[in-house]
C-alpha cells in the first residue's frame, strides 16, 4: 500500500515535531500487530527535477508505504483497533483526515489517496510475518545451544534441547 496524503499549511512543522519526539508508531507496535512486513513513512516537499522543470508542490506530501499480510480490510480494521490514537499523530495534519477514525471513514480516506501499484515482487508470498519471527527465534536458540554444546555434558544438553522445544512449542 502507497499512500500521499497532501499537509494542511504548518502540517509538515507539526510532523517533524512528530519525528523529532519520536517515532508515531513504534516498530514494537509494529512488530506486534503481526501483519505487517514493512512500513515507511516519509516527509515530500520536492521531488527531484532530473533535468526536468521541477514540479511545483503546493503543499508537501506525507507518504506511507506498508507491505502486509491480508487484505486490505483487514489491514485498515487493525490499524483503527489497535494504534487510533498514532494515526491521529501520523495523518492529523492532512487534508481530508477523518478524525473519528472509525473503520469505514478511514478506508475512504485511504482509497483515496492510494497510489495505485502496478507489480509487487513477494520472495515467500505464503509466508507470513509470524512464520518468519517463529523461524527467526528458532534459529537463534538453535544456534546458541550448537554453540554451547561442546561445553555441556550428555545431561545437560539433554536438559537444554528439552527446554528449548518446550520454549518454542509455539514456534516450531
Do not use: C
Not at 18 to 39: E, K, N, T
Not at 143 to 154: G, H, I, M, V, Y
Request: glycine share 6%.
Amino acid at each position: 500500500m502507497t499512500v500521499f496524503s497532501p499537509l494542511w499549511p504548518g502540517g509538515r512543522y507539526l510532523q517533524w515535531l512528530v519525528y523529532a519526539v519520536g517515532h508515531v508508531i513504534p516498530s514494537g507496535d509494529v512488530d506486534q500487530l503481526g501483519l505487517i512486513h514493512f512500513a515507511r513513512l516519509a516527509l515530500i516537499e520536492q521531488f527531484p527535477d532530473h533535468g526536468q522543470p521541477p514540479d511545483d508542490l503546493r503543499h508537501p506530501l506525507q507518504l506511507f508505504e506498508s507491505n502486509y499480510n491480508g487484505s486490505f480490510g483487514q489491514y485498515i480494521d487493525t490499524f483503527v483497533d489497535e494504534v487510533r490514537g498514532k494515526m491521529r499523530a501520523f495523518w492529523g495534519t492532512s487534508y481530508g483526515f477523518p478524525w473519528s477514525v472509525r473503520p469505514g471513514p478511514f478506508k475512504a480516506y485511504i482509497t483515496a489517496n492510494l497510489f495505485p501499484i502496478n507489480y509487487y515482487y513477494a520472495r515467500n508470498p505464503n509466508t507470513t510475518v509470524k512464520t518468519i519471527s517463529a523461524a527467526v527465534r528458532v534459529a537463534h536458540a538453535n544456534e546458541q545451544l550448537r554453540r554451547d554444546a561442546s561445553r555441556l555434558t550428555p545431561a545437560n544438553f539433554a536438559e537444554r534441547f528439552r527446554a528449548l522445544v518446550t520454549d518454542l512449542q509455539a514456534d516450531l
